[in-house]
């Protein structure tokens, strides 16, 4: 079992930065897929982006360019650095562990974007 718990949320201005961590509780090095989701009010959770063991990313269109997702193995953390924010991108953002056995989430943490 992988227990995360995000951090680094809060109220910025458009245009502002971010950075989110979510701290493991159990080595993630061979977790095949680490990744940060988002959910805003009325909305279905989406993917914001995703770093596999190897080191791939991807990203969520929306944020490509202003969004850099990171992992440190030794600290058991994955980050999200976000800048250029936008007032759409104001959401709960959740982190996530997922390997062909299981499917771990975060509590969650809010980032709100004013415009």
């Known amino acids: 079992q992988v227990q995360l718990v995000e951090s680094g949320g809060g109220l910025v201005q458009a245009g502002g930065s971010l950075r989110l961590s979510c701290l493991a509780s159990r080595s993630i090095s061979s977790i095949n897929r680490m990744g940060w989701y988002r959910q805003a009010p009325d909305k279905q959770r989406e993917l914001v982006a995703h770093?596999?063991?190897?080191?791939?990313?991807l990203y969520a269109r929306s944020v490509k360019g202003r969004f850099t997702i990171s992992r440190d193995n030794a600290k058991n953390t994955v980050y999200l650095q976000m800048n250029s924010l936008k007032p759409e991108d104001t959401a709960v953002y959740y982190c996530?562990?997922?390997?062909?056995?299981?499917?771990?989430w975060g509590q969650g943490t809010q980032v709100t974007v004013s415009s």
């Open positions: 770093i596999t063991s190897g080191g791939f990313t």
């Open positions: 996530n562990a997922y390997d062909i056995n299981y499917n771990y």
